[in-house]
């Protein structure tokens, strides 16, 4: 079982991956915003962030370069999961850190996957 910090502003979606993460055998924290998802990171210390995008305040990516610059929280892997599925959003979500870019709405299968993978899994 991992913890998995989920930053997504929609109530759908975080009920629906929450629902499949859990099903999976993870715990999740959530957070709507990329400022509180920062702050959850360095508190809580996740095995791995999930990162909507399109977020109030910070987005995504800014979100994603701060944590992954951040010497307490550059450890953890952050995959993004967005409704931006260009080819450029995927390579400058990447530039900014990520470990992996999943476009909205996620196969179950592949999410999981991807999520083995950045655990080691």
């Not at 990329?34 to 999930?50: H, K, N, S, Y």
């Not at 952050?78 to 931006?84: A, D, F, M, R």
């Not at 390579?91 to 179950?108: D, F, H, L, N, T």
Request: aromatic share 2%; net charge negative; proline share 5%.
């Amino acid at each position: 079982m991992a913890k998995i910090l989920l930053i997504e502003d929609s109530p759908t979606d975080t009920a629906v991956l929450t629902q499949l993460l859990e099903r999976n055998g993870h715990l999740v924290l959530a957070c709507i915003s990329a400022e509180d998802g920062i702050e959850t990171a360095r508190r809580e210390r996740p095995d791995l962030v999930l990162m909507d995008v399109v977020l109030p305040g910070m987005n995504g990516f800014q979100a994603t370069r701060a944590l992954s610059r951040d010497e307490a929280t550059s450890a953890i892997p952050v995959l993004i999961v967005s409704t931006k599925g260009m080819e450029t959003d995927k390579a400058w979500g990447m530039r900014q850190g990520a470990r992996g870019y999943i476009v909205k709405p996620p196969v179950e299968s592949e999410l999981v996957e991807n999520i083995n993978a950045l655990l080691g899994g």
